[in-house]
């Protein structure tokens, strides 16, 4: 059974600091290319951070560049977020997304259930 399941979010104030994980399992997630995503209340959902299969290479949404971090760990099958300074904009639900490589394009894309994440004071 495949799973994606993301964890960390929660309330923290402007300027603070959050980590979420998002634990994967079922597939083999050294052929994933990994992202998180964000949808706020009557927003489309958006593309926050991506990293390729390998951990080579990064892109971040300009609105985050310079604050969030995305890293994985292909042992423990797990990829991260780490988002610092955050803004009250930052509020959103956040997915993690698994993409197969282009060797492995046949294979599905997954979808975490996502992690509320809520700046505020």
């Known amino acids: 059974q495949v799973q994606l399941v993301e964890s960390g979010g929660g309330l923290v104030q402007p300027g603070g600091s959050l980590r979420l994980s998002c634990a994967a399992s079922?597939?083999?997630?050294?052929?994933?290319?990994m992202s998180w995503y964000r949808q706020a209340p009557g927003k489309e959902r958006e593309l926050v951070a991506y990293?390729?299969?390998?951990?080579?290479?990064?892109t971040y949404a300009d609105s985050v560049k310079g604050r969030f971090t995305i890293s994985r760990d292909n042992v423990k099958n797990t990829v991260y977020l780490q988002m610092n300074s955050l803004k009250p904009e930052d509020t959103a639900v956040y997915y993690c997304?698994?993409?197969?490589?282009?060797?492995?394009?046949?294979?599905?894309?997954?979808w975490g259930q996502g992690t509320q994440v809520t700046v505020s004071s």
């Open positions: 990293i390729t299969s390998a951990g080579g290479t990064t």
């Open positions: 079922g597939f083999t997630f050294s052929s994933y290319h």
């Open positions: 997304n698994g993409k197969p490589t282009a060797l492995y394009r046949s294979r599905p894309t997954y």
